[in-house]
């Protein structure tokens, strides 16, 4: 049995006992944790919140050693031909870049401020700002985030909301999870479309674009939460559009592997179902900091700009 097969009878099966329990899915669904919530361990850690307030300006200033522009350009340039050639038309183009931080995984996760936290052993530490999927009274939602402007240009939520490049960038990436909703749920509808919302960023504030999509489930939805995660995987917004082809594409051009980062976890606490997705994401590997980090790429994209924002999104908001 392929490991994404095992994900899934692992989920349906805890699902329909009815009992809390945690989870999280690598990107490429070859690794997870599924562990009932009254046994997790205790180097296992996290938060899901949905407070809106939880925003704060304190910086954590991160030494940064970027991979260098032209190397991320040979794969920005490799992007662009492949989207002349029509094989995609949005990709997330992610990279490893390593960090100095005098700071243990367990104090950035202390300090860290964030809607959903989550330190796995001393593996990783993740702060995320993104919802993946949350399923309550039978309802499934969404709420995909595209779009990144640095929250103190003047009139930077009108500017964004203005732009017709991020609008295309934002309404392709509704209509890939519009689709992938669709795969799983009925009477699919966006329920709000491009709301703005603040994030602190290292120096800088970023307001991030979201929208939110809404489907409806049937009843045993329980017994299925592997049937419903595993078709949803990996999240589009991590990947771009259209899916298969272009998750093929950044195995070709990312020269790393994502592992956790851009997966998701969450918890189903027994009744409902709360998820998010992997980004803002420091990883240890043999001893030293590495935080991954990305952004969409469109026919449009200019590769200084794109490079910009993937380093930009390196920060601990505090
Ligand atoms: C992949 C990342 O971000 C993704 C790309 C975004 C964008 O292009 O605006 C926003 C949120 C994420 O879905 C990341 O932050 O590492």
């Given at each position: 049995?392929?490991?994404?097969?095992?994900?899934?009878?692992?989920?349906?099966?805890?699902?329909?006992?009815?009992?809390?329990?945690?989870?999280m899915?690598s990107?490429?669904?070859?690794k997870?944790e599924?562990?009932?919530?009254?046994?997790?361990?205790?180097d296992i850690n996290?938060?899901?919140?949905?407070?809106?307030?939880?925003?704060?300006?304190?910086?954590?200033?991160?030494?940064?050693?970027?991979?260098?522009?032209?190397?991320?350009?040979?794969?920005?340039?490799?992007?662009?031909?492949?989207?002349?050639?029509?094989?995609?038309?949005?990709?997330?183009?992610?990279?490893?870049?390593?960090?100095?931080?005098?700071?243990s995984l367990d104090?950035i996760y202390?300090?860290?401020?964030?809607?959903?936290?989550l330190k796995y052993k001393d593996e990783f530490v993740c702060?995320?700002?993104?919802?993946?999927?949350?399923?309550?009274?039978?309802?499934?939602?969404?709420?995909?985030?595209?779009?990144?402007?640095?929250?103190?240009?003047?009139?930077?939520?009108?500017?964004?909301?203005?732009?017709?490049?991020?609008?295309?960038?934002?309404?392709?990436?509704?209509?890939?999870?519009?689709?992938?909703?669709?795969?799983?749920?009925?009477?699919?509808?966006?329920?709000?479309?491009?709301?703005?919302?603040?994030?602190?960023?290292?120096?800088?504030?970023?307001?991030?674009?979201?929208?939110?999509?809404?489907?409806?489930?049937?009843?045993?939805?329980?017994?299925?939460?592997?049937?419903?995660?595993?078709?949803?995987?990996?999240?589009?917004?991590?990947?771009?559009?259209?899916?298969?082809?272009?998750?093929?594409?950044?195995?070709?051009?990312?020269?790393?592997?994502?592992d956790y980062y851009?997966g998701?976890?969450?918890?189903?606490?027994?009744?409902?179902?709360?998820?998010?997705?992997l980004?803002?994401f420091i990883e240890k590997i043999q001893n030293e900091l590495y935080?991954?980090?990305?952004?969409?790429?469109?026919?449009?994209?200019?590769?200084?700009?794109?490079?910009?924002?993937?380093?930009?999104?390196?920060?601990?908001?505090?």
């Amino acid at each position: 049995m392929n490991k994404k097969e095992k994900i899934r009878k692992l989920l349906n099966k805890n699902g329909s006992e009815s009992e809390p329990f945690f989870f999280m899915i690598s990107y490429d669904l070859t690794k997870y944790e599924i562990i009932k919530l009254n046994q997790l361990p205790k180097d296992i850690n996290f938060e899901l919140s949905d407070d809106k307030s939880i925003f704060s300006s304190k910086k954590i200033g991160i030494e940064k050693f970027p991979l260098d522009f032209k190397s991320y350009k040979i794969a920005f340039d490799k992007i662009q031909k492949n989207i002349k050639e029509g094989n995609s038309y949005l990709l997330n183009l992610t990279i490893k870049t390593k960090i100095d931080i005098k700071l243990s995984l367990d104090e950035i996760y202390k300090y860290a401020k964030s809607k959903f936290k989550l330190k796995y052993k001393d593996e990783f530490v993740c702060f995320s700002p993104e919802k993946f999927v949350d399923i309550e009274n039978n309802k499934i939602f969404t709420y995909p985030m595209k779009g990144t402007i640095d929250a103190n240009i003047e009139d930077a939520q009108k500017k964004i909301l203005a732009n017709k490049k991020e609008m295309a960038e934002h309404t392709m990436v509704v209509d890939l999870l519009r689709n992938d909703l669709s795969i799983v749920s009925s009477k699919v509808r966006v329920e709000k479309f491009r709301y703005c919302e603040k994030i602190s960023a290292g120096k800088k504030d970023l307001l991030q674009v979201s929208s939110k999509i809404k489907g409806e489930l049937n009843s045993d939805w329980k017994s299925k939460i592997g049937d419903i995660l595993t078709s949803l995987l990996p999240a589009g917004s991590i990947t771009g559009t259209p899916k298969i082809k272009t998750v093929e594409i950044l195995k070709d051009v990312e020269k790393y592997d994502r592992d956790y980062y851009t997966g998701i976890a969450g918890i189903f606490d027994g009744e409902n179902l709360y998820s998010f997705v992997l980004i803002r994401f420091i990883e240890k590997i043999q001893n030293e900091l590495y935080y991954k980090s990305g952004g969409g790429i469109t026919c449009d994209s200019d590769a200084i700009l794109e490079y910009k924002e993937a380093l930009d999104k390196i920060y601990i908001p505090t």
